[in-house]
């Protein structure tokens, strides 16, 4: 862990001349929008049909979600990729006053991933594929989880501050 601090503390460059801080944080963000895309292409060309991983507990089917997270607001595509785009645009507006504290580096390199990675779903597909389903909760995919810990892991690190 205090190899990867030191790797992200302002100043560091890489042998091209790019941040450390600004190499590790769209590194982060780029492997959450690839594993999701990935995921996501793999539920597709495997899910036809609902497989059942836990009995009654956990599914794995494609859901099309033209909303928001956890099935909220349905039929709302467009405004969610000016949403997408706004807070994308926020984090990206805002990079340098990022405080130069990793786990908060993390977090918000998290939601950045998952934030692109859905967006890229929504304008594609004009909706986002989600495909694991447990019965009790909506469906939802790793970009999804993605936001969820980094805005978690954001406001719990934020807040020790």
Do not use: C
């Amino acid at each position: 862990m205090q190899k990867i601090k030191e790797l992200v503390k302002k100043g560091r460059k890489t042998k091209l001349g790019i941040s450390n801080k600004f190499y590790f944080f769209f590194v982060i963000a780029l492997i959450v929008i690839i594993l999701d895309q990935f995921t996501k292409q793999i539920a597709i060309n495997a899910l036809q049909d609902p497989i059942p991983l836990i009995n009654n507990i956990l599914n794995l089917s494609i859901v099309k979600n033209t909303g928001a997270g956890f099935g909220l607001f349905q039929g709302t595509n467009t405004l969610m990729i000016y949403l997408s785009l706004f807070v994308i645009g926020l984090i990206l507006y805002f990079y340098d006053k990022i405080p130069d504290k990793t786990s908060i580096h993390v977090s918000l390199a998290l939601v950045l991933g998952g934030g692109i990675a859905n967006f890229v779903d929504r304008v594609r597909l004009g909706y986002v594929i989600d495909f694991i389903t447990p019965s009790f909760w909506p469906s939802f995919n790793l970009a999804d989880t993605a936001i969820t810990i980094g805005v978690i892991g954001f406001i719990v690190f934020s807040w020790r501050e």
